[in-house]
């Protein structure tokens, strides 16, 4: 595993199995008070043909411990000038990435959860081109007015897998309903998964997670 600075500090972890060509890519985004290796525990149980990046969201989080993409003003309208930064430095990383890492460019997912989920279902809204497929776990859309905007019409067949627990007491189970309402109505490839639990990652969410990542990795964008 190695620990690098781009546009934002980072964990890797190559490859677990030897493949030709560059591999496909998971970036891992955090939630509120956590940090880059927060979720680099999941990278044991992820598909061994990919290249696994956890990033550290860009402020220091002034309420505990850990960091935070920005500050909420109300759920779902994240702190405008903040979340203005932690786009931009985001996306710089996703440009970055394919020359900092042997990684295919074509194949470069998203899994975030809580906040991180909300960033990154922003950066594949924003500029689809960059992102293959997307897992937000326990997320949200923001739709207040944001910049920069969402080209749905270029989300046609892009693959998202969303997950949320029917007991969240962060971000309610209507949030990621939603979320599949808007994406479906665009046109994407929805796998929606509700879980009898709170705002968390369970097993059952992890088996569901790492099977449909492998399914995408295959080519089998399967809509559910």
């Known amino acids: 595993m190695t620990t690098g600075k781009s546009s934002l500090l980072y ?6 199995m030897d ?16 940090d880059e290796n927060d979720l680099m525990g999941l990278a044991q149980y992820f598909d061994e043909r990919l290249f696994i990046i956890s990033v550290r969201a860009p402020y220091p989080w002034m309420h505990g ?10 759920i779902g309208s994240p702190d405008p000038a903040m979340f203005a930064e932690s786009y931009a430095r985001l996306i710089n990383f996703l440009h970055e990435a394919p020359k900092l890492f042997p990684i295919d460019h074509a194949r470069l997912n998203l899994c975030g959860f809580s906040m991180g989920a909300m960033m990154s279902y922003v950066a594949a809204l924003a500029e689809p081109e960059l992102v293959n497929g997307v897992m937000a ?8 007015t944001i910049k920069p905007g969402y080209n749905w019409e270029k989300v046609v067949k892009k693959s998202f897998f969303i997950a949320h627990g029917v007991h969240d007491s962060v971000i309610p189970v209507s949030f990621g309903r939603r979320a599949k309402e808007l994406l479906t109505d665009a046109k994407a490839i929805v796998t929606y998964r509700e879980y009898d639990m709170d705002h968390q990652i369970s097993e059952e969410t992890l088996n569901d997670m790492t099977k449909w990542v492998t399914n995408l990795i295959d080519g089998k964008r399967i809509m559910s």
């Open 11 to 16: 964990v890797a972890q190559p490859p677990q």
């Open 19 to 34: 493949q030709h060509g560059k591999a496909p890519a998971l970036v891992l985004l955090h939630g509120r008070g956590a």
């Open 65 to 74: 411990q850990g960091f935070t993409w920005f500050d909420i003003e109300d």
């Open 137 to 144: 776990l326990s997320g949200l859309i923001p739709e207040s």
